[in-house]
């Protein structure tokens, strides 16, 4: 038999995938890859349904630790949010996972690999990218998209099989990972209508305001509340307490890789607590052209990551500046945490440029004299002074 490795999720798209290549004649193994977003209860009934539906093996890979320290740390230092709104929650995670597929791939020693992407996304572009560079020996197979399936053909050709599962479209997608959780409803396929409360998978559970301390070092968040832990186990801990308060709903309006507007609620607490607090102790710690060029070093980072382009060898590049940035950001942010929103209060750092000794901004100076002062603003003003006089005088 054709042995082939199936990026699977549990849900009709890739079901219909497992039965339809099975039918085929190939040897099906279904593959999951847990970026934050399934429990182990989730994954148990996923083995089964794979099982059930004719897969000759379930694989579920944990890379929550994976997609931290290769993506999810590099969004951190970046303060990466897609348009000034959108931490790249999902996105981010289809590059780790089309990566753990393809080396799981190879290690079985598979001829193909397929994905229940449609070929109406992004989904489609990320997995393509990532397995034609790497493996580009290993053909690709979409059923969905090469057949251009309706939701509805696939539950009858299903059904036909006796597979008789409920397929009941949720009214709202929900796709949860670490770094976040993207919401899709009809509300998000027009441009004027919000979604509902009901929508988002966390609701309003804390209303009294509280204070925290999130610290970091080296730029990762390290401690919450003066707790240590790993990084994965901070924002595990800062998602659950924070989303009790609705923190972290938007909806992000963006250009997609396939050239049309794209619209996409999300609900991420945790990320963007962590990405503002960070951004804070910059300012704080960092010269005001380190500044500059991580803000647009860092959204480019984003786009390329957004757009599937992962593995060109500028993103080693880009990472190796983001990292080399984050030397100084050490420290501890205040934050208080209210329903729907959040505010950072202040920082305490060692690294902190705002050194009392060199003066305080608009009351003193201990590091110049007046005439330094005039001196300096006279030769700044001086390519101003020659620009007026040249063209006043023409």
Request: some cysteine.
């Amino acid at each position: 038999m054709k042995k082939l490795v199936l990026a699977y999720s549990g849900g009709l798209d890739t079901s219909y995938c497992i039965k339809h290549l099975t039918e085929e004649g190939y040897e099906v193994h279904a593959v999951s890859v847990n970026t934050g977003g399934f429990d182990p209860q989730e994954t148990q009934q996923m083995e089964e349904k794979a099982l059930a539906l004719g897969a000759a093996s379930y694989h579920n890979i944990d890379a929550v630790q994976t997609f931290y320290h290769k993506v999810v740390k590099y969004l951190i230092y970046g303060n990466v949010l897609k348009n000034n709104t959108y931490p790249l929650s999902v996105s981010a995670e289809r590059i780790v996972q089309a990566v753990e597929i393809i080396s799981f791939a190879q290690r079985i020693g598979a001829l193909y690999i397929a994905h229940g992407s449609t070929g109406a996304g992004n989904d489609q572009v990320r997995f393509d990218m990532i397995f034609q560079t790497l493996a580009p020996q290993i053909g690709i197979i979409t059923p969905i998209r090469d057949q251009g399936l309706s939701r509805e053909a696939e539950i009858e050709y299903l059904q036909s099989k006796g597979v008789s599962y409920s397929w009941e479209k949720a009214k709202y997608s929900i796709n949860q990972g670490l770094w976040g959780t993207s919401v899709g409803g009809a509300e998000t396929l027009t441009s004027h209508q919000p979604l509902p409360e009901s929508a988002y998978p966390s609701q309003l559970m804390e209303t009294a305001p509280t204070k925290i301390e999130l610290g970091f070092k080296n730029g990762e968040p390290v401690s919450l509340n003066g707790e240590t832990d790993s990084p994965v186990a901070i924002i595990q801990k800062l998602q659950k307490l924070a989303s009790k308060y609705a923190i972290g709903r938007d909806i992000h309006v963006g250009d997609t890789i396939i050239g049309i507007k794209g619209r996409v609620g999300f609900e991420a607490a945790a990320p963007m607590i962590i990405i503002k607090a960070h951004h804070l102790l910059e300012k704080h710690t960092l010269s005001k052209w380190q500044q500059y060029q991580k803000e647009q070093q860092g959204n480019f980072y984003g786009m390329l990551l957004h757009e599937g382009q992962y593995l060109d060898p500028v993103m080693r590049n880009l990472e190796a500046f983001l990292d080399d940035t984050q030397k100084t950001v050490e420290g501890t942010v205040h934050i208080a945490l209210h329903p729907y929103r959040f505010e950072l209060e202040g920082i305490a750092s060692e690294h902190d440029l705002m050194n009392a000794s060199f003066g305080s901004y608009g009351e003193e100076n201990k590091g110049w004299s007046a005439q330094e002062a005039k001196g300096f603003i006279k030769i700044l003003s001086n390519a101003g002074t020659i620009y007026n006089h040249v063209n006043n005088n023409s």
